[in-house]
């Protein structure tokens, strides 16, 4: 997540060179080509923390630090 993105909130994920916006407010939506497993992956983690991903879009608008967000365990 940057602090200078556009609606939807969304974040972006990285996999062998490909970016994604992974839009997360609502349904989980990946937008842009990843491979089956990673995408499942991101939209696990996605859903997993909604909230966390709401808090730190709500401070990027306001360009505050961002929180660190915990990976899939």
Same mark, same amino acid.
């Given at each position: 997540?940057?602090?200078?993105?556009?609606?939807?909130?969304?974040?972006?994920?990285?996999? $062998? /060179?490909?970016d994604?916006?992974?839009? =997360?407010? /609502?349904? @989980?939506?990946i937008?842009?080509? =990843?491979?089956? /497993?990673?995408a499942?992956?991101?939209?696990?983690? $996605?859903? $997993?923390? /909604?909230? %966390?991903?709401?808090?730190?879009?709500s401070?990027? %608008?306001?360009?505050?630090?961002?929180?660190? @967000?915990?990976?899939?365990?």
């Amino acid at each position: 997540m940057y602090h200078d993105e556009h609606l939807p909130p969304h974040c972006h994920a990285v996999y $062998a /060179g490909q970016d994604v916006q992974v839009h =997360f407010m /609502g349904d @989980i939506k990946i937008v842009g080509d =990843f491979p089956v /497993g990673p995408a499942r992956l991101v939209r696990r983690w $996605a859903a $997993a923390h /909604g909230d %966390a991903l709401a808090e730190n879009w709500s401070l990027a %608008a306001k360009r505050e630090a961002l929180k660190p @967000i915990d990976p899939l365990v």
